[in-house]
Structures are given as C-alpha cells and as structure tokens.
C-alpha cells in the first residue's frame, strides 16, 4: 500500500495534507469563538495607547518583555493577579511573548509611573543598576504615527465591530475631527514629564513615541 | 527512456542558491553573536543608533537564519538532489529553469527588503512572522514557484517511486505553505479606513489567545517543517550517499515519516502551557510532545544505524563527523523539547534561557551542521574541484562542535537558575529575589553563549572561505566521485 | 561500558552536577519545591538518556556490521535495506502512544485537572497560612521581612537603600525636609489617593509656620510649638494621624500611600492596591520606619 502511495505523487501530497490538517482542526477551531470573548467591562485602546502599541512592536520589546502572568503564586506575588482570557480580547496581535529577558508587563500599569517610564526609557540602567535594557533614546525624538492608529481602530470597528463609539469613521474628516482628543491624551501624558524636548512637541501639535509608548504602558492594568 | 548512460545534471540553481546560503549563514549568525554580546554587555547596544538595539535587531537574526539561511540551504539541496533521486536533469524543462530564476531572484530582493523592513521596525511582532503584509506575498509567491518547480520536475521524473528525501521536501512545501498562509491572515489598515496611515500596517485577523493560538500552531510547525522535517531530508539523502552505505530499514523510515507527520502538528500548545488557553489543549501539547520523541529519534537512529560498522568512515571523514553529530544533537533536542513541554518542567523552563539553549542545540547542531555538510558534499559535483581542504574541515568541526556545546550548557545552567530564582521564596514566605537580581546573576553566562557565538562564527568563516578556494583554487576532478567526497 | 558511554555519562553528570551546585549556592532548595524537582529531574532523564542512547549506536559503528536485505530499487546509488524495526524503539513507541491516547481520554478528564483552580487552593491555603504565622511577629522580624519586600517592590524607584535615587522618588532616609513642609503648609496638599478634600492651603504662617516645620521635620523631638495645635485637629496632637481625616505625619504613613498611591511635587508614586497583604503592609512600615532613624 505505501509502496503504491510512493509512486503517486498526487495521493502522496493529498495524504500529507490530510494528517496535517487534523491536529489544527480539533485543537484550534471549537475553541475560537469562547476565547474570543472580551470581559463584561473590557475597553478598546484609546488611539494615543494603540499608537503607543505600535512603539512597541517597532521597537520590538517582546523580544524581552511578555505580557502573560501565568497562575503561579510566584509571579502573582511579582506582578499582580494571573491573566484571563477576556483581557486580550481586543489584542491584535497578542503580545504574550516567549521570552523574559525582562520582567512581565502585563500590569505594569499597576506599578510604575508616567514620570518613573520616563526617566527608565531614557536610562534603564541609571534607575535600575546593572539593568541590560537597552536605552530608547530616539523614542524622545521620533514622531508616534497615530494616523495609523487611528486607522486600526476604524478598521477594527469596521470589519471586528470592536466597540469604538460611532464617531470612529473613515476618511481624512473624521480623523481631524478626532486628532485633537489624541492631543488631548498626549498633553495629559506630558505634563508629567519633564523632557522639556517632548513637552515643546506636543505643545506644537506632534506626539513623541514616548509619550504614545507611556500612554499604553500605564493601560496595562 | 530508461537509459544508464550517466544523466548530466544542471547545477545552476543549486550553485546559486548555495552561495545565498554563505551569505545568509554569515549575516544571521554575525547577527546572532551581536545579539549575544549585547546580553553581556549593553553598551554594544548604541552602535547603531535605533537601529542596533537588541530588540531591533534580534528579529533580524531569527528571519534571517530561518527565512535566508535555512530556507536557501534547502532550496539549494532540492536543487542539487531532487534531479538525482528523480533522474531527471532540470534543463530538460526549459519552463522549469525559467521559473527557478524568477524563484531565485524574486527570494534574494524579497529577503533584502524584508530585511530592510525589519530594521526600519516595520514588524507585525508575531515571532517567526514579522514580516508585514507586503513581504507576506512576496514570501507566498517564492513558495508557489517552488513548489510549481518541484511537482514539475516530479511530473517528468524517470525514477518512478520517490526517494524518502523527497517525501520530506513535499512535506516541507505543504506544511509551511498551510501555516504561513493562516497565520499570516490580516487586514490592512490603509484600505479599510479610507485611506489613512500607513499603507504598509496592518492588524491581525485574530484576536488575543485566538490568535496565540494561530501563532504557536504556526511556530511550533514552521520550526517543524522549515527545521526538522526538510534536515531529516537532507540527510536521508547525504549520509547513506556520502558513506555509500544503504539506508538500514525501510520500514523505520516508513514508520517514522508518518509518525512525525501525524503527531508533530498536535504539539504546538507546548508553547502555551499555563496560559489562557483551554487546559485540555495544553494537555493534547505536551501529551503528544512526549510521543514525538519516538518518530524524531526514529530517523536519528535509523541514520547511526545506517552507519554500523563503518567506524573508520566516522574517524577518517569530517563529512560523516558532521552529519553523525548532527544526529546525535537532533536527538538531543527531540529529547529535551518534550521534556520541557511537561507542565510541571515548564513551569520553570518557559520563559527563560533554557529556551534558547534548546533552540540552539538544535539549530547549531542539527540544523546548520547538515546544512553545511550538505555543502560540502556538492561543492566537489557541482564544480567538478576537490574540497580544497581537510585540515580545515577538521579544525572547523571540533571548533563548532566545542560552540554548541558551550552555547548549550551554559544556557541550560543559566534557564535553570533564573527559572528557579523567580520562584524561589526567603524564610518568611515572600520572594527571594528582586528581578534585577535574576538579571545581573546571568552574566557570566551570557559572556559564555556570546564566546560560543563569536566560535561558531568563525568556524563558520572557515566553511565558506574553504567552498571559495575549492572553486578557484581546488584540484579539477576529472569525474564525479561516486560516495566519498574527495577532499585535499 | 565502554569509553565513549563512559565520557557521554560523565559529561552528562558534570552538567547536571554544574547546574546543581549554582542553584544551591543562590540559596534554593531544590526539593522543596516540586516544580524545581521534576525539572532536575527531567534535565538529568535529558542529559543521560541522550547520552546513553547516542552512544550506544555510535558504539555499534564499532563493533558490528551491517547486513540485511537490499530493496530492488535504488535511488542515485541510495540502497535501502529491509530490516525490522529496532525492537527497543517500536515497543517503546507503542507504548508512549498508548500512554498518550490514555492519559488525553481517560486520565486527565479523570483528574479533572484545572490549573486556575489548583492555584486558587494552593494560594487560599498559603495565604492564610501566611498571615496566622505572622500575626504577631516582632519588630526584629517584621523589620527583615520588609526589607526583602522593598526590594522586590519598591527599590526601583526608592533604590536599594531607600534613598530614593537622587530625586526619582521619596527619600525615604530622611523624614520630610523642612521645605517639603513649609510648602505643604503653605499651599496645602491633595495628593494621597486617601483623603478626597485634602489639606487646605495657608493652615499657619510666618513664625508659627518656621516653628511647625522644624518640629514635624525633626521627627517630633524637643519642645512641641504650640501653633502646632493647627494640625492637631485633623493630625492628632502626636502627629500620628486620624483615620478617615487626616493620614500619619509622625514617619511615613506607608498604609495610604501604598495602597492609593500619590501624585506629588516629585513625580507619582503608585496604588499598589491589593497587591501588598496587611502582614506585608505592616512589615513594610516596620521596615520603612526604620530608615529614616
Ligand atoms: C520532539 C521534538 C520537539 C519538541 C517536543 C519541542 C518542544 C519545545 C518546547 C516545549 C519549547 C518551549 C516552549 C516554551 O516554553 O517557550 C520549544 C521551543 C523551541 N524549539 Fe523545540 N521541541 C522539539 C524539537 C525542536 C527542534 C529539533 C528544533 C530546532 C531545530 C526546535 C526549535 C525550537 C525553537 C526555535 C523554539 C523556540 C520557540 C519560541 O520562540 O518560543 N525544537 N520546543
Ligand atoms: C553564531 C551563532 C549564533 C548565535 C551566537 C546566536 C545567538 C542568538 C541569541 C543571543 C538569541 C536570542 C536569545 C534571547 O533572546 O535570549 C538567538 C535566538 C534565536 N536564534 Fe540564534 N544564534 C546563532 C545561530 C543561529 C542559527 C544558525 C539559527 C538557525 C538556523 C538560529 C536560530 C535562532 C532562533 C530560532 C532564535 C529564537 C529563539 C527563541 O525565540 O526562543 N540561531 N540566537
Ligand atoms: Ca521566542
Ligand atoms: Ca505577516
Ligand atoms: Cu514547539
């Protein structure tokens, strides 16, 4: 029988394709709907924290960070209580993680502060001796795309119905209609600060990744 | 059409391929050592400005020694030996010669870019799949080429039954091809918004443990299919051809093939233990982690045994060195995967260094020696030269094989101990150590992996610069050696 | 045993033996706890069964010689012998697959594991545990056990010493500076998450405002000034603070800080919440007290 299914490379493949496909069927899509369950009192991200969110995709800090308290005594002490499903509800991607070459930051919001991410960001190893982080000076500098963030929220409602309220529309209008409450959140940010850099930027109207990269690191309750 | 007159192959795409693979090889892993270095020391962090920090640039090293390295080494051995285990030369295919330079070409920009992309931070922070959208289709478009290129060439194929190499490059092909394309679903932002942003973001189809889910089924079966499945190919085809001895069993190779293709894709929740996903599919993971043992080390044991009684070929050829070696560290890390998929081992082992320790035994070890030895072996066929030397080959073996080890233990010792240090609780009940203190405690053995790095390298420097004088400077063979590789 | 299983062994044991002694030397018991058991545990299963194996094929590269029929067919000059399957592997495969269809069908839905509810026990049980051990710990105690909460919590923005590095945070070393409290008297304060109508602005000036201040920044001590009897009324004549009025100005007053955190003239120090248990809490002031003397 395999002899005959060696000499065949069609019914080869499709035998391929058929063992492979199994495991992701039975493990992955009865569960799809209940994990994609959001808590009774879960918010989307505000455009200011999604933009932030892109900061640290570019930026690329799960290379150290995970946001994932698993239920060990150990890490709820550390962190805070263990994770739920219904908290990530609204992640696109996750950012769990794989690697802890730092500590979790899944509730670092619990923890640290506007003005302590500041001073961190720009000097890890000045706040925290002997830290191997390495020093996000650029993020005081570079602009946050938060158009873009503003285009990920649209599109999350659009096409996920994720419950952005229903001033979240497409085009350049609405985007300017909603930019000055970006503003808004960025001033809040700043005024804790003290990089006078940062201040003088968002007071002209322009949001410094770090400012956007605090706004979503204080979400993560 | 049956003839025996020997058949003349085209190497063409093999050779081109082979020199992307150096090339490849030598980024990733110069980046690799980067990275490492930066662990121990982080002032290395500022060469670069943004663009050298360890967060940009480990992505960086993870692409390209998967996407460049690996992925190049197996097209150019599929290249090299899928002719001649179909007995087909590829230039009997105009067509097919055609499609594989637009193959090549379309990888080498494609990878180029993406690499730019990456550095830029335009990045989708899927591990293994960062590449945004864009570079999404370029990746699917080299992988339809290639397998257009290898059902071609199988079409026309003489030898009726296929050779167990080519079950795995099949199994290959379709696996990555099914994974890439779900977990690469996503939407970009630009066209749903009317307009807004940037055109390149996008954001993913699944949500939150959702798409963990995707992921880790991804991630787990993309180092199935891209660093166990096509390596095992590689050597069913180069050891018993190297040593010219047969295959042991066939039924160890038929049993281990279907094996390793029924159990490997349950695994992939071993990456998602005590997480939010459901407990039931965290215990199909690590149940079936534990089975794989037996279809991985099948193979493994099917090639040492494929190897009995020729003891002198182990000692007097470095090319067997390679590739026993090569088994013996895919055992080990068929071995040690499981173990770290048992909840319990996990607990500790997650997260950490011992991570990357097993990742390494495998990739260093298995993965990249196969890669190399596979190298060794056509160099001398597709340039008609003699491997222009064996001193060289010697020295590069024992100076990787003391790498990888090095690279091993020391990340074992050091995932251990932090693993257990986050736990650990002083006399009152409370935790012992502050996190910073789980950090400062791993120096010395980053300073180790980071040594094994610039090791590894530099064996690596000595590989490639021994395939370039064995094409300008190696001794002309008249005729292709049938087994043993000659080497001066 | 021949001499390649023996170095194989003797690598492995030396690798486990390495990894052994540097967890021990960091203060860990490793049998204590089970998870750190059955890892070593599985690092030894990973490094001898490794080993052994390994060897004990390259060995037969030695020692024995190949046989067997050859399949008709050949690929390139790739033979393929017909032999059975190595026996060891085939019986243990069954075996782990059997173990597998088991453990996923009858044994883990027979546990009924689930590990969120393996973790609200264990933790219920230990905290009360916790809290019944040191219910009456003494100040010694208390004062030891806070420093290594501080250090786990707090030392990234007081600093290891608590001095608060160089201005990031509260320095916790000294008691209010005499500024801090000319200021606060001055200009009042609602800062503490605690106290939702704050402290008013202008409660004393001048010379009674000088002599307040030095009084509460010098701890209390020496002769009480009698304008203190502003602050007493929400304070307390000691200083020590009256619940729901007005918090601890006698030391710091560490149960509303860390609990609703404050944002202050030096930046914001966080609510830690539940996060911190009544023992901890009452360890941390223990501790915290102790600094500034
Ligand atoms: C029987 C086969 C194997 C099993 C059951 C297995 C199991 C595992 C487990 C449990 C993890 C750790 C997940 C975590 O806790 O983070 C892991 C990670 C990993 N393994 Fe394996 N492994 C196997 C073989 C291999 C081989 C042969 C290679 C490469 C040549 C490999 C490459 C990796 C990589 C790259 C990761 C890291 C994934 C990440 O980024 O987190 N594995 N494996
Ligand atoms: C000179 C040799 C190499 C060195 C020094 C090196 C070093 C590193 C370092 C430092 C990391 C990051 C670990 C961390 O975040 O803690 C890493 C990750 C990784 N490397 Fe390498 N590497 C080398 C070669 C390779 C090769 C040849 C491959 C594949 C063929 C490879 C595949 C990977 C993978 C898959 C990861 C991600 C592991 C994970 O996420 O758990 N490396 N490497
Ligand atoms: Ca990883
Ligand atoms: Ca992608
Ligand atoms: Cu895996």
Known sequence: MFHWLEKNPFFFASAISIVISFAGLIEIVPNFSKAARPLVDLKPRTVLELAGKEVYKKDNCIACHSQLIRPFKSETDRYGKYSLSGEYAYDRPFLWGSKRTGPDLHRVGNYRTTDWHEAHMKNPSKIVPGSIMPAYKHQFTNVADIETAYAEAVTVRNVFHTPYGPEFKSGKAAWEAHKPKVLADAKKIADEMQDEGVKKMVAEGKVPEIVALIAYLNSLK | MQSNAALEYDYSLAKKFTFLTILFGFLGMLVGTIIAAQLAFPELNYLLGEYGTFSRLRPIHTNTVIFGFTVSGVFATWFYFGQRVLKVSIAESRFLMVLGNIQFWLYFLGALAATVSLLLGISASKEYAQYEWPFDIVVVLVWVLWGINMMGLIGIRREKALYISVWYYLACFLGIAMLYLFNNMEIPTYFTSGGLGNPLHSVSMYAGTNDALVQWWYGHNAVAFGFTVPIVGMIYYFLPKESGQAIYSYKLSLLSFWGLMFVYLWAGSHHLLWSTVPDWMQTMGSAFSVVLILPSWGSAINMLLTMKGEWNQLTENPLIKFMVLASTFYMLSTIEGPIQAIKSVNAIAHFTDWIPGHVHDGVLGWVAFMIMASIFHMAPRMFKKELYSKKLMEAQFWLQTTAVVLYFTSMWIAGITQGMMWRAVDEYGNLMYSFIDTVTVLHPYYTIRALSGVMYLTGFIMFAYNIYKTMVAGKELSQEPQFRTPMA | ?293
């Open chain 3, 1 to 293: 045993m021949n001499s390649l299983m023996i170095k194989t062994l003797g690598f492995a044991a030396l690798l486990i033996l390495a990894t052994i002694f540097v967890v021990t030397k960091l203060n860990i018991d490793i049998f204590a706890d089970s998870v750190n058991a059955l890892t070593i545990a599985g690092a030894i299963a990973v490094a001898t069964i490794t080993s052994a194996v390994a060897a004990k094929y390259i060995n037969q590269m030695k020692t024995d010689t190949t046989s067997g029929k050859l399949a008709e067919e050949n690929w390139d000059g790739i033979g393929e012998y017909e032999n059975e399957l190595p026996s060891g592997w085939a019986y243990t495969f069954l075996a782990v697959f059997m173990w597998s269809m088991w453990y996923g069908l009858a044994g883990y839905p027979i546990w009924a594991y689930s590990q969120i509810g393996e973790y609200n026990e264990e933790v219920l049980a230990y905290n009360a545990k916790f809290e019944e051990t040191h219910k009456n710990a003494s100040e010694e105690t208390l004062k030891e056990m806070g420093e290594s909460i501080f250090l786990v919590q707090c030392q990234q923005c007081h600093g290891a010493t608590g001095d608060g590095l160089s201005g990031r945070a509260q320095d916790l070393t000294k008691h209010y500076s005499k500024e801090e409290v000319l200021n606060i008297i001055k200009n009042g304060q609602n800062a503490l998450g605690a106290f939702p109508g704050g402290m008013p602005a202008g409660m004393a000036s001048g010379a009674d405002a000088e002599a307040i201040a030095a009084y509460v920044a010098g701890g209390f001590k020496g002769e009480k000034p009698a304008a203190f009897a502003a602050c007493a009324s929400c304070h307390g004549a000691d200083g020590k603070g009256t619940p729901m009025v007005a918090p601890s100005i006698h030391g710091y007053d560490i149960h509303n800080v860390v609990s609703k955190g404050k944002k202050g003239k030096i930046g914001r120090m966080p609510a830690f919440g539940s996060m911190i248990t009544p023992v901890q809490e009452k360890a941390l002031t223990a501790y915290v007290q102790s600094l500034a003397k």
